[in-house]
């Protein structure tokens, strides 16, 4: 069974419009958000092969996931907030 992805849209359904226009106008935000997509990919990857959670490459991927997660939403909330993402 397909693992579902986390997508910013999927985890922060309530910042939609913020993602599209900061994806749009922040060329910053558009790196990191290609990066932590690629990240969400591989590790479903590696969680779909079967791959056991004791892994020290799979949980260092998971924690700049995690890592990137956590920036890219304070560029959301700034940017809701109509603040200037930095």
């Given at each position: 069974?397909?693992?579902?992805?986390?997508t910013l849209e999927h985890d922060?359904?309530?910042?939609?419009?913020t993602i599209k226009r900061l994806a749009a106008e922040d060329l910053g935000f558009r790196i990191d958000?290609?990066?932590?997509?690629?990240?969400?990919?591989?590790?479903?990857?590696?969680?779909e092969s079967g791959i056991g959670t004791d892994?020290?490459?799979?949980?260092?991927?998971k924690k700049r996931r995690a890592y990137l997660k956590q920036h890219l939403y304070?560029?959301?909330?700034?940017?809701?907030a109509g603040q200037p993402a930095i």
């Open positions: 069974m397909p693992i579902t992805a986390h922060f359904p309530e910042h939609i419009e958000r290609r990066e932590y997509e690629r990240l969400d990919k591989e590790i479903r990857g590696l969680q892994d020290e490459h799979y949980n260092s991927l304070h560029l959301i909330a700034n940017g809701a």
